[in-house]
T-cell receptor, first 115, second 109 residues
């Protein structure tokens, strides 16, 4: 595997379910990100981890819970979601956090549908 | 507030040239990124500009004017595979990436 991988690619869940999204980066990077992408809207940054420590939490509802067990893995735990949470959830990584030219590399995303 | 503006959708013909504009108003500036995103796929990095001027990479070029808060992505010799969304993003003074909503480019034969 190369780059940034995400599983599952598609997820349908009811509002009372609990599920987790997984992201893995094979680039040796120190920073990882979760984004939400809704149709015709800018990417919304949800969480940032640098060296396994959370550094950003942009007013995300508590029904989204991130976890970063090591610098290569990032999870997003989901529970009691709402239909408006249906979106593409993208994971990204970069060499470091906070650099001007640091480029973020993205995974293919998980298409989430909440019924 | 911080804002990135780019056209929602553009159409161009195979073999032609297209210019996708991006204007920004951000608190500080630490560089501008362009990404390409095919439907259902990951955004992929195209270019990074931090100084004024034109950067050329094969069929793709990116231009920046910091005084005007303006950038464009120029695609030459368009191919059908260039049909995608193109995302503009600016790093502000806190090194946060501020994203535009993307421009969907449709290439017609």
């Amino acid at each position: 595997e190369t780059g940034v991988t995400q599983t599952p690619r598609h997820l349908v869940m009811g509002m009372t379910n609990k599920k987790s999204l997984k992201c893995e980066q094979h680039l040796g990077h120190n920073a990882m990100y979760w984004y939400k992408q809704s149709a015709k809207k800018p990417l919304e940054l949800m969480f940032v981890y640098s060296l396994e420590e959370r550094v950003e939490n942009n007013s995300v509802p508590s029904r989204f819970s991130p976890e970063c067990p090591n610098s290569s893995h990032l999870f997003l735990h989901l529970h009691t979601l709402q239909p408006e949470d249906s979106a593409l959830y993208l994971c990204a990584s970069s060499q470091d956090y906070g650099g001007a030219s640091d480029t973020q590399y993205f995974g293919p995303g998980t298409r989430l549908t909440v019924l | 507030g911080q804002n990135i503006d780019q056209p929602t959708e553009m159409t161009a013909t195979e073999g032609a040239i297209v210019q996708i504009n991006c204007t920004y108003q951000t608190s500080g500036f630490n560089g501008l990124f362009w990404y390409q995103q095919h439907a259902g796929e990951a955004p992929t990095f195209l270019s990074y500009n931090v100084l004024d001027g034109l950067e050329e990479k094969g069929r793709f070029s990116s231009f920046l004017s910091r005084s005007k808060g303006y950038s464009y992505l120029l695609l030459k010799e368009l191919q059908m595979k260039d049909s995608a969304s193109y995302l503009c993003a600016v790093k502000d003074s806190n090194y946060q990436l501020i994203w535009g909503a993307g421009t969907k480019l449709i290439i017609k034969p």
